[in-house]
């Protein structure tokens, strides 16, 4: 079952790994985030971060960590200028999920649905494969978690 509120989200992480949860973003912190990001955020990303301000067992990024893919500091867009087909994909997206070691998790913001999500997609950065789309943040970070659960 995918989570569709913050307390489905709350029983969701514990689930998985309740010492990886954080505290729960406030509503000025996800607002601040909208706010530096020049937009709204997808209502299951948002739900996400008001029952837990980033996952460290996924490397869900926080409110404060949150960042376009062509992001001055990071630049996504930049390193992947020559991979066109890439660049169609990440172009508009914000990282929500990101390991250190190339493997991301982005939202993209030019592909909505009706109900305000956003197009997911799962990226290990330089592996040759193509990001693997989902349908939305909250598709993505369930399936990385079950993975991840797999993998232990």
Do not use: K
């Not at 992947?80 to 508009?92: N, Q, T």
């Not at 197009?119 to 592996?127: H, K, L, M, N, Q």
């Amino acid at each position: 079952m995918c989570p569709t509120s913050i307390t489905q989200w709350q029983d969701f992480l514990a689930r998985f790994d309740p010492a990886g949860s954080r505290n729960p973003a406030t509503e000025a912190e996800i607002r601040a985030a909208e706010e530096r990001l020049g937009t709204a955020l997808p209502p299951g990303l948002r739900d996400f971060l008001a029952a837990s301000n980033g996952w460290d067992h996924v490397a869900v990024c926080s409110t404060t960590e949150l960042r376009w893919t062509d992001d001055p500091a990071h630049d996504l867009v930049d390193a992947w200028s020559s991979f066109e087909e890439v660049i169609e994909l990440i172009g508009r997206c914000l990282v929500v999920i990101d390991t250190g070691e190339g493997h991301l998790g982005l939202v993209d913001a030019t592909r909505t649905s009706g109900d305000g999500e956003w197009v997911a997609y799962a990226w290990a950065a330089g592996d040759g494969i193509d990001p693997r789309p989902f349908p939305d943040f909250t598709a993505l970070l369930t399936e990385l978690a079950e993975e991840e659960l797999t993998t232990r």
